[in-house]
């Protein structure tokens, strides 16, 4: 049964930093390309960044330059490095695994306010 557990969501002041984690159990982790996703109330969810299994990354345009993801394959973990956050950042945010079949977390909660 593949299990993926999202952590590290909260309450943070816009300008602060925050780092999601994503630990994945019931997949080849290394083979699989690992997502994070978002979707705010009101919106469809969206795209935020992935990392293939050669450590390849690419970012939405809205979250580059001030995201970082990045994985621990020893860990079977992904994680999401989030800097110079904005209220807009704020979401749940999903981890997502692509290998034969597509995966979800549950999602963490991330609002970003003063």
């Known amino acids: 049964q593949v299990q993926l557990v999202e952590s590290g969501g909260g309450l943070v002041q816009p300008g602060g930093s925050m780092r999601l984690s994503c630990a994945a159990s019931?997949?080849?982790?290394?083979?699989?390309?690992m997502n994070w996703y978002r979707q705010a109330p009101g919106k469809q969810r969206e795209w935020v960044a992935i990392i293939t299994r050669g450590a390849v990354t690419n970012y939405a345009d809205s979250v580059k330059g001030r995201f970082t993801i990045s994985r621990d394959n020893a860990k079977n973990t992904v994680y999401l490095q989030m800097n110079s956050l904005k209220p807009e950042d704020t979401a749940v945010y999903y981890c997502n695994a692509v290998d034969l079949s597509a995966y979800w977390g549950q999602g963490t909660q991330v609002t970003v306010s003063s």
């Open positions: 019931g997949i080849i982790f290394s083979r699989a390309a």
